[in-house]
């Protein structure tokens, strides 16, 4: 499941039945050496296109005049002791949502452990690093594997941020 889902992510689409035999009939009547038969995303999730598909895939950019969004690490440091749990709890089911590809935080179920949504290693490394980026603490992976679920997560990660020193790893 989880492969499928990097793949999707990535703008790839699996092919039914009639299609996969539709390209390798094509293919076997083509000749060349090498061919590619792929269902492809006019724009992948996130414009994440893996390099050796990116001159097939064309990559939608924001616009410069985009405006720019507040500081995620700004907006926690000020947060209210009250305000800190919830504003938590969400970014951590928003960049669950994004490292399994799903449309925003709404669709993260906060007390599902990760494991049981499709979680692998590399999407234990995405969430650690989107969290890292979003919260300016640095989080382990092994994190994932000890908060199981978004709710013990932001937990864990509250405490570090209201912890004297929140410049270490935790």
């Known amino acids: 499941m989880a492969a499928g889902v990097d793949a999707s992510r990535a703008g790839l689409h699996p092919l ?19 061919l590619a038969p792929l269902s492809l995303a006019a724009t992948p ?12 895939v064309p990559v939608r950019r924001r616009s410069a005049r985009a405006e720019v969004a507040p500081d995620p690490v700004d907006r ?19 960049a669950t949502a994004t490292v399994l590809g799903h449309r925003g935080p709404e669709s993260v179920d ?9 979680f692998t290693s590399l999407t234990a490394v995405e969430l650690r690093n989107l969290l890292a980026e979003r919260t300016g603490v640095r989080v382990t992976a092994a994190a994932v594997y000890e908060e199981p679920t978004p709710r013990a997560l932001s937990a864990h990660l509250r405490a570090a941020l209201r912890a ?3 410049s270490g790893t935790v």
């Open 16 to 34: 039914d039945d009639a299609e996969a035999t539709a390209l390798f009939d094509a293919a076997l009547a083509d000749g060349r050496p090498l």
């Open 45 to 56: 999730q996130d414009a994440d296109v893996p390099p050796l598909l990116r001159q097939l």
């Open 76 to 94: 926690l440091r000020g947060a209210a002791d009250h305000e800190l749990p919830e504003l938590l709890l969400t970014l951590v089911r928003a």
């Open 110 to 118: 906060p007390d599902e452990p990760f494991w049981d949504t499709g």
């Open 164 to 166: 004297p020193h929140t």
